[in-house]
């Protein structure tokens, strides 16, 4: 076999490898994503909590619903509100409605499902924190965090205390709410509810 043979099968399989890479690539990614979403969600919280230095609780055991406990993935502390944060990653696209009990997600073209509607979910979630740990409501703001490349429909949004976005947005977010014109919370109550919060998490290490 000659030199210009072997090289041209050297090059053919490393081509044919290149394109088989391609292809899987973004499945593969996608998949490592979905897989570890939450805690890719919670790298980034994090590192706002450092930049403003907030407290942050995650995967904050809410209540026991048989055998299983109901979660909430972040609560992070903010200087003029607490979020309540709940992580979603969906690919493909939403159709959405901010009242409706349920969001229809196209998987694909010819594929769809419906979903809760997650807006609803962590309301409901923040309303049990609010209940169980007697924390008022007003001070509260519920966030619900999805993937960046999931396509959203534009819905109608009037609430002024219940936020979805994207992942990319979420600093922003944060950031806005927190310069608004409204009273910074206590640092003494707030260091408490801090430690009153921790003590009731159930998903907390014994």
């Not at 979660?71 to 003029?80: A, Q, R, V």
Request: net charge positive; with cysteine.
């Amino acid at each position: 076999m000659s030199d210009l043979q072997i090289a041209f099968i050297v090059t053919a399989t490393l081509a044919g490898l290149l394109l088989v890479f391609i292809v899987l690539f973004k499945p593969i990614k996608r998949h490592a994503f979905r897989r570890n979403f939450i805690r890719i969600y919670g790298r980034m919280i994090y590192k706002i909590a450092l930049d403003y230095d907030f407290y942050l609780i995650n995967q904050f055991g809410l209540v026991r619903e048989e055998n299983a406990i109901k979660t909430i993935d972040h609560i992070l502390f903010g200087s003029k509100w607490i979020y309540v944060i709940k992580d979603c990653c969906y690919f493909g696209a939403i159709l959405a409605k901010e009242n409706d009990a349920s969001w229809i997600h196209y998987i694909s073209k010819k594929k769809k499902r419906y979903i809760d509607n997650p807006l609803k979910t962590n309301a409901e979630n923040l309303n049990q924190l609010s209940m169980i740990t007697q924390i008022d409501k007003n001070m509260l703001i519920s966030i619900v965090v999805i993937n960046d490349d999931c396509h959203i429909e534009p819905f109608e949004r009037t609430s002024k205390t219940n936020f979805f976005v994207p992942r990319n947005q979420l600093p922003k977010l944060i950031k806005a709410l927190e310069n608004q014109e409204v009273e910074s919370i206590d640092e003494v109550a707030l260091d408490r509810a801090v430690k009153d919060i921790y003590r009731l998490n159930l998903n907390r290490s014994k």
